[in-house]
């Protein structure tokens, strides 16, 4: 039996204690923790669970103003886009006018 169970014996796990050259503990956070950059920015990011806080967020959202540079710039493109598809698509315009 004694022959046995040095073949079948699992070994204990050993552990392992890594403590990095460089690491300086007193900084801030954990240095193996991976955080994107700008999660401090998002309002998305640990957003309250629930109807209510859900609501709420989403509120404040509303609330926020956004870029209007962008907003016209994304309707700009947005416009060439589409006339690009109806030339493609060879739409005809005067079924519009009389």
Known sequence: MSILKKFTRIGKNRKFDYKPR???DKGKGNPY?????FDKFRSTVNSPR???GKFNSAIDDVKTQGDRNLKIRLA???AILILIFLYIIDFDISI???
Not at 33 to 37: G, T
């Open 50 to 52: 629930g109807i209510k």
């Open 96 to 98: 519009f006018f009389k």
């Open 76 to 78: 700009v493109i947005l």
């Open 22 to 24: 460089f690491y300086d």
């Open 33 to 37: 923790k991976i955080e994107p950059r």
